[in-house]
């Protein structure tokens, strides 16, 4: 199909004008105009493109994509060599930040939930990306943390009683710990996120709301899937998710 048919359509369905973000949604470098084959994969670099390659993609799409924010602007270095490599091969890179974190069934956050079997009750926070819900029945913090580290196939970082009960959690994947205070506002029992720094764990300890950081990367796969297979299914495309492995 045409790209630009596609991206219409993808942006019928994840508004990224209702966000502030910190980097361009949609289309970031333009390839071929004729879309069959796309590979999906967390973080715009040059071993995805290169998988991409190899399986004569038509369209990488992204989570973190290129331009961001007060980041240096110029075309040059590892950048430079980036892009070049997909205007060679006329491949088009296609990156959505925050509209894919939010998105209430395609979104990192709602996939994330529905793996971890949590039922969304609610959303709060900056642009609504911080969300809440309950689990089916109450575990202690040391069970969940086991389920969390198979579902995600890495260790997590956890600060909290571990035979503390959970019923009510939080969470917002990626670089989101600074929701850790709103967490605390809705009584939650335990906050998720991908990262954590120092104060973080004193906030933890001091409300006796645990956290558990769970990997920037681990979190945020999920979200490109679940849209990836969208597509495919819609549109009759071929669809690969490729998975650069990151340990933060």
């Known amino acids: 199909m045409n790209i630009k048919e596609l991206l219409d359509y993808t942006g019928q369905i994840l508004e990224p004008e209702r966000f502030r973000d910190y980097c361009p949604n949609g289309l970031q470098v333009e390839g ?6 796309i590979v999906s994969g967390v973080t715009a670099n040059m071993a995805l493109f290169e998988a991409a390659r190899a399986t004569d993609a038509d369209m990488v799409l992204v989570h973190h994509g290129f331009f961001w924010r007060n980041e240096d602007p110029r075309i040059i ?12 091969h006329e491949i088009n890179l296609v990156a959505y930040h925050l509209p894919l974190d939010a998105h209430p069934e395609l979104g990192n956050n709602a996939q994330l939930g529905q793996l971890m079997g949590i039922d969304i009750e ?3 926070g900056e642009q609504s990306l911080l969300v809440y819900g309950r689990l089916p029945h109450e575990v202690p913090l040391q069970q969940f943390l086991g389920r969390l580290e198979l579902v995600l196939g890495r260790h ?4 909290g009683d571990e035979k503390r009960l959970l019923r009510r959690v939080a969470w917002c994947t990626g670089a989101a710990q600074d929701f850790m205070q709103q967490a605390i506002e809705l009584g939650v029992d335990l906050f998720i996120s991908g990262e954590i720094s120092e104060q973080t764990v ?11 950081a769970a990997g920037h990367h681990a979190t945020e796969r999920y979200g490109v899937q679940a849209l990836g297979r969208h597509l495919s299914a819609r549109f009759g495309l071929h669809h690969e998710f490729i998975d650069i492995d990151s340990p933060v």
Do not use: N, P, T, W
Not at 32 to 37: E, G, L, S, T, V
Not at 156 to 159: T, V, W
């Open 156 to 159: 997590c970082l956890m600060i």
């Open 32 to 37: 071929r105009q004729q879309i069959k084959r």
């Open 202 to 212: 004193h906030l933890a300890r001091e409300s006796g709301v645990a956290y558990i």
């Open 122 to 124: 609610g959303r709060a």
């Open 77 to 88: 270095g590892i950048k430079q060599k980036r892009i070049r490599f997909l205007l060679d």
